[in-house]
């Protein structure tokens, strides 16, 4: 169906696009459970965390059942799946240009990087339960996602 370029192109573009998808319904989260509740700083980590790691896992789902089809393709797949955290990581950065906060290098590369690697374990999380029906690994490696993003945001907000 698609060549590796294509399948990297269009996880990229599904990553850009889910991006879109989480900030709108994370929006709408976000101003239902602060009308609920003045915690703001659980509603702020939790909501924004877990949901951008569920929004970047049904991406993942899509991109892996609609590209990957046997066992052969699994490193194709967390390829994939990388390259869907790179284009959420590519979104999010957009907003941070256009809301004119400033940034770094360093910066840019770390969000980037963060979206990447807990894609990865995203991916590897879809793989395992696609190929090896393990519920075990489905929610090991979307628990861990979740903590390193949480703990990612932790750190960036202290430095």
């Not at 319904?25 to 659980?42: M, N, R, T």
């Not at 390829?79 to 809301?99: K, R, T």
């Not at 004119?100 to 840019?108: D, G």
């Amino acid at each position: 169906m698609f060549s590796n370029f294509g399948r990297l192109f269009f996880s990229l573009f599904t990553g850009i696009f889910s991006g879109l998808i989480a900030l709108l319904a994370l929006s709408v989260l976000q101003s239902l459970f602060i009308a609920f509740s003045a915690e703001e700083l659980i509603s702020k980590f939790f909501i924004n965390e877990v949901g951008e790691e569920i929004i970047k896992l049904l991406s993942i789902i899509f991109i892996l059942n609609l590209l990957i089809t046997n066992q052969k393709d699994r490193v194709r797949g967390l390829f994939c799946a990388v390259s869907v955290g790179v284009g959420f990581g590519i979104f999010e950065l957009i907003l941070i240009i256009l809301s004119n906060k400033t940034f770094s290098i360093s910066s840019i590369l770390m969000l980037i990087g963060i979206h990447s690697l807990t894609s990865l374990f995203l991916g590897m999380a879809v793989v395992s339960r696609k190929f090896e029906k393990s519920w075990f690994f489905l929610a090991f490696f979307v628990i861990i996602a979740t903590l390193i993003h949480i703990v990612y945001n932790l750190l960036a907000l202290n430095f």
